[in-house]
């Protein structure tokens, strides 16, 4: 049967991804696989099945004429061959996958460190230690900086994804496409995870009000429950990426592309009422968390300021409805 | 070995595809299965003949196609079926006609026996 695809894949090779031709993809294949399954039924070896099959599958050309696709298909050869694409085989994608991981360790570590970095200071500076503590720091933030940079050495051996047009061939990207749909439980867990340890992070510093210990302590607490949170989020959210940039290799002149566009994810844009309420709504988190971390470092009051983000949160449902364009349901 | 030609059949490949459909709706395989038991193997139509027809004419109003699930039990797979339709019966009647006037026309210039024919030299 995968033969039957790859050879209805190479047929379909270079033909523009509209519906019409998708439809008779699809319709092409239910009909081969159909009687591929009726001759491997009465006994017939799975090759002798897929040479009369292919053998009795026609011509395309046929179908080009009668479809209306003759110029189509003769601009989506001329494009072909004006940009010939280059093609990614199993292997390299498994490749890219293990790579894409390993991209996604450090890329999530890298912005961690830089977050908890700030953790050095505030937790030496309990033990009167405050020098060092600004020393320590900028240990994590070069550990952090030097893991971004590696990161983005870890996927040179791909660049060429970005400056030549590529292609997936149906098989690969079912592959891709069961891999993505497996890893997104995982996914969902790591977003999840990481949204409520970074909603949750002033958590401590309240119960730690609440029992007057060292107000410091709830400080290193938000970054490291931040921290954590922002690489889970980061982690998965990239490893995520990678399989739909793979998926999103195939355009509209190649066949197989259709994973991407087939499924699309439900989107939830929200409109605006002009660029300016856009940017505000846009601004709106990042404001909050620089306020925050203003107001704390220079109160050392950590114990009081997480309020900002519960006032925030409140304010955050007005801003958002008030620069929603009125039309918006 | 004497085969069908291809630019008469394709006249009437959309005659055979409304002739099954005339027995009740059905899907791309199982056609293409009756017309080759139905011409006692003689004639096995290509699937892109099929769908190029299929596609012609359902343009041409003359099937409609709906997609169900054959079998319930199954794997949920659905499948593109087809019926046909008013005009579809008018347009197969019509064909009917148009074959058997040609058929009479082709007739009269067809020999019983072309094997014992010779040139005569006069």
């Known amino acids: 049967m995968e033969t039957i695809k790859g050879y209805l894949e190479a047929m379909f090779a270079g033909m523009p991804n509209t519906p019409e031709v998708r439809k008779a993809k699809s319709e092409l294949l239910q009909m081969m696989e159909d009687k591929y399954n009726e001759l491997i039924e ?51 994608v498994k490749d890219f996958i293990i790579n894409r991981r390993k991209k996604a360790l450090f890329l999530a570590l890298g912005v961690m460190l830089c977050i908890i970095s700030v953790t050095a200071p505030i937790m030496l500076d309990i033990f009167g230690a405050g020098d060092l503590g600004a020393a320590l720091m900028f240990v994590f933030v070069g550990a952090g900086v030097g893991s971004l940079i590696y990161c983005g050495f870890v996927d040179s051996n791909w660049k060429f994804m970005k400056n030549s047009p590529c292609q997936i061939d149906m098989n690969t990207a079912k592959y891709v496409e069961e891999a993505r749909n497996s890893f997104e439980a995982v996914r969902a867990i790591c977003i999840t995870l990481g949204t409520v340890l970074c909603v949750i992070c002033w ?10 210990v060292n107000e410091n302590l709830g400080g290193v607490l938000i970054f490291l429950l931040v921290g954590i949170g922002v690489f889970l989020i980061v982690y998965s959210n990239t490893i995520a990426s990678g399989y739909d940039k793979l998926l999103e290799l195939n355009d509209k002149t190649t066949f197989s592309g259709t994973y991407v566009d087939s499924s699309p ?20 988190w990042p404001t909050v968390t620089c306020l925050y971390l203003i107001l704390s470092f220079l109160t050392f009051q950590w114990g009081i300021t997480w309020i900002i983000w519960v006032i925030a949160g409140v304010a955050h449902k007005a801003v958002v409805i008030n620069c929603q364009a009125d039309d918006y349901e | 070995m004497v085969q069908i030609s291809s630019d008469i059949i394709r006249g009437y490949n959309d005659t055979m595809i409304l ?37 012609r004419i359902e343009k041409n109003g003359y099937i409609e196609s709906f997609v169900a699930n054959p079998d319930p039990e199954g794997n949920g797979k659905k499948r593109t079926y087809y019926r046909i339709t008013e005009a579809g019966l008018e347009y197969y009647k019509s064909k009917c006609e148009e074959w058997e006037l040609t058929k009479e026309v082709v007739e009269k210039f067809i020999e019983e026996n072309p094997d014992s024919l010779t040139l005569d030299d006069n």
């Open chain 1, 265 to 284: 994810k439900p989107v939830n844009v929200i409109k605006y009422k002009n660029k300016t309420a856009e940017t505000i709504v846009a601004l709106y």
């Open chain 2, 19 to 55: 002739n099954i459909l005339m027995k009740g709706p059905s899907y791309g395989y199982q056609i293409s299965k009756e017309i080759k038991t139905i011409s006692d193997e003689k004639y096995v139509i290509k699937e892109t003949t099929l769908y190029s027809a299929f596609t």
């Open chain 1, 203 to 212: 958590v401590p510093c309240i119960i730690i009000d609440y029992y007057k």
């Open chain 1, 42 to 92: 009465e006994g017939a070896s799975e090759n002798s099945a897929v040479g009369t099959v292919i053998s009795e599958f026609g011509n395309l050309d046929e179908l080009a004429d009668d479809l209306g696709l003759k110029k189509e298909v003769e601009e989506a050869h001329g494009k072909e061959s004006e940009t010939p694409r280059r093609h990614i085989t199993l292997d390299e």
